[in-house]
């Protein structure tokens, strides 16, 4: 499943990953992760999207194997100069 990261810790090394269903009417699930379920163990930013697995855990979905895909860049406005 792919997602946008929402959150992220440091101090308690966890955040949270919005799923992407898919779905027009939104809805998309909000998903734990911890920082020892990031491949590789780098830091991913928030904003960034990410590839996971979900696996259930006894406090309910959480993300595994986490991946970056991409690194979303905010959009830029243009200023006029004059």
């Known amino acids: 499943m792919n997602g946008i ?3 992220f810790n440091e101090h308690r090394d966890f955040g949270f990953i919005e799923g992407l269903t898919g ?3 939104g809805g998309n699930p ?4 911890h920082k020892s ?6 830091a991913i930013p928030v904003g960034a999207e990410v590839r996971f697995e979900i696996c259930r855990s006894d406090r309910g979905p ?3 194997n986490v991946e970056l895909v991409r ?4 959009r830029q406005t243009e200023v ?3």
């Open 5 to 7: 990261v929402k959150s």
């Open 23 to 25: 779905k027009p009417s």
């Open 80 to 82: 006029a100069t004059g």
């Open 62 to 64: 959480q993300a595994a």
């Open 71 to 74: 690194v979303r860049l905010p």
């Open 37 to 42: 379920a990031i491949r590789g163990g780098a």
């Open 30 to 33: 909000m998903i734990f992760y």
